[in-house]
């Protein structure tokens, strides 16, 4: 994720290095939103029938490629086929990581996949900083190259990572995994569930383009566009334990709706505001709700789907995220170009509320009271008054996982 956030922290570097137009900066960023797509839809499925930490090694090699192609770079379609390969492999990863977290956690699902996020935030606090220091002393290309190597060196811890497994009894059969994915986006919770992961990849889809070119249009150095990222990201890295552990406490659903509703403001505000301080300090209070979002919208999205499906969830969510992404990245700076900074921010504030109004009319929030523990394939509810329980299924001591 260090790699990734180089690409944030330095378009604006690169477009002026290389001439490249401000409209194509869109394609960049999609190209790695669609190429996770298709990853996801495809490869994930694949970490839930015995081959998760294949689709974890092939996923860091792919990524590495992606880096190292990036620094060597000197054209457009050059940094989008890179770009790509990047998103692809990042697109390998995610899925089987939380998969082997999910199959794993007992009662504390929320708090773990936080600290899985706060080591993905820790590329986005560190990566920018590091990467704008060896461009100012070396070249715009070095960063690429320095996590390239790094990424591909995962490779070796990698091979002696011992995978969970689903329970072999629970595995569908060869139609029913055919089938998983539009078994998944037909149930209602699970398409509510995503509906906030796409509010949020729709998000970043939209500052991948914008934010250094924003930033730099109003005069801002590549140090302060690098540091206003970890500013970003350093407050997210700090609370996301803590703030994975408030899904556990309060409910996923509740949670993760909440505190996306409060970003949008935030979004909106961006274009409408001249000072670099002012926009500099806002992305501290996003980020803290996003915080707490991310892993509230994955432990919603596990509560949602059968065990058996783990990484198949995850993987539906992270594509439909990254299509998402795309369309914010493929039409965020056209816009930007074409009506401005203030509608463009806007529009995309617009978006994300419909996503999330239409998430919250298909399973509405509710606040949990007690609390629910999942232990290995079963899940325990406690406390909890509601007629059908937190996770939406009929309480009882002892329940199936599993809609």
Do not use: C
């Amino acid at each position: 994720m260090a790699g990734v956030s180089a690409v944030f922290a330095l378009l604006a570097e690169l477009q002026q290095r290389y001439d490249l137009p401000t409209a194509s900066l869109g394609w960049i960023a999609g190209t790695a939103f669609a190429a996770a797509l298709v990853t996801q839809l495809s490869v994930a499925r694949y970490a839930d029938r015995g081959y998760a930490r294949l689709v974890l090694q092939v996923g860091v090699v792919a990524s590495a490629v992606g880096l190292l192609w990036f620094a060597a770079a000197t054209e457009l379609w050059q940094f989008v086929l890179a770009r790509g390969l990047l998103g692809a492999g990042v697109g390998m990863l995610v899925p089987p990581a939380r998969r082997a977290i999910l199959l794993t956690a007992s009662g504390n699902q929320g708090e773990r996949l936080g600290m899985f996020y706060a080591a993905y935030l820790a590329g986005f606090v560190f990566g920018p900083p590091l990467a704008g220091a060896l461009t100012v002393a070396t070249d715009v290309r070095l960063p690429f190259a320095v996590f390239g190597l790094a990424v591909l060196a995962m490779v070796v811890p990698l091979s002696r990572l011992d995978m969970p497994e689903a329970d072999p009894a629970e595995r569908p059969t060869d139609k029913a995994d055919r089938r998983v994915m539009r078994r998944l986006i037909t149930d209602r919770r699970v398409l509510a569930a995503v509906l906030v992961v796409v509010s949020f990849r729709y998000s970043i889809g939209v500052f991948e383009p914008l934010w250094a070119t924003h930033l730099d249009r109003l005069g801002a150095s590549t140090m302060v566009v690098t540091l206003s990222l970890t500013g970003f990201a350093l407050p997210m890295l700090l609370v996301a334990r803590w703030a994975g552990s408030l899904s556990d406490r309060y409910g996923p659903r509740f949670t993760s709706v909440l505190s996306a509703l409060s970003t949008v403001p935030i979004m909106a505000s961006y274009g409408y505001i001249s000072s670099i301080p002012v926009i500099v300090v806002l992305v501290i209070p996003q980020g803290l709700a996003e915080a707490v979002q991310s892993p509230g919208a994955q432990a919603a999205l596990a509560e949602a789907a059968p065990t058996s499906d783990a990484a198949s969830a995850q993987g539906l969510g992270e594509a439909a995220g990254s299509a998402a992404a795309a369309l914010g990245a493929f039409t965020a700076a056209p816009l930007y170009a074409g009506v401005g900074a203030g509608p463009a921010w806007a529009i995309a504030a617009a978006v994300m509320l419909v996503l999330l109004s239409t998430s919250a009319s298909l399973d509405r929030p509710r606040r949990r009271v007690g609390a629910t523990v999942r232990v290995g394939m079963t899940t325990t509810v406690t406390n909890d008054p509601s007629p059908s329980g937190p996770a939406g299924h009929s309480s009882s001591s002892s329940s199936s996982s599993s809609p």
